[in-house]
């Protein structure tokens, strides 16, 4: 059964930074794409960052290009995954929920968008304010 809890969330003053995690359990990151996608109140929900399984790389949407890095850790058995999302220098405008979410690779390097994504956390909170 595919999990995925997010933790980290909090509140920052702007110019901080916070690591957000996501425990991944019940599939193999070699075989799933995963992403961080981020929903400010009113807003649509908006893809921060990725890393595709088919091509092993990692995404960023341009607004935290340079600020934000995706990575993660596995489990010796495979079976219990780590997923990170490390944000520096964060801004006022970034308060929002942060989700994790997993789909199955084939979709291609394209993996900012919603498509596919059919595994979710619950979300964490930050909050950025002075």
């Known amino acids: 059964q595919v999990q995925l809890a997010e933790s980290g969330g909090g509140s920052v003053q702007p110019g901080g930074s916070l690591r957000l995690s996501c425990a991944a359990s019940g599939f193999t990151l070699d075989y799933y794409d995963i992403a961080w996608f981020r929903q400010a109140a009113g807003e649509e929900r908006e893809g921060v960052s990725c890393?595709?399984?088919?091509?092993?790389?990692?995404?960023?949407?341009?607004a935290v290009k340079g600020r934000f890095t995706i990575s993660h850790t596995i489990s010796r058995d495979n079976t219990k995954n780590t997923v990170y999302l490390q944000m520096n220098s964060q801004n006022a405008e970034e308060t929002a929920v942060y989700y994790c979410?997993?789909?199955?690779?084939?979709?291609?390097?394209?993996?900012?968008?919603?498509?596919?994504?059919?595994?979710w956390g619950q979300g964490t909170q930050v909050t950025v304010s002075s």
């Open positions: 979410a997993a789909r199955p690779r084939g979709y291609g390097s394209r993996c900012l968008t919603h498509l596919g994504y059919i595994y």
């Open positions: 890393r595709s399984s088919s091509f092993g790389t990692a995404y960023y949407a341009d």
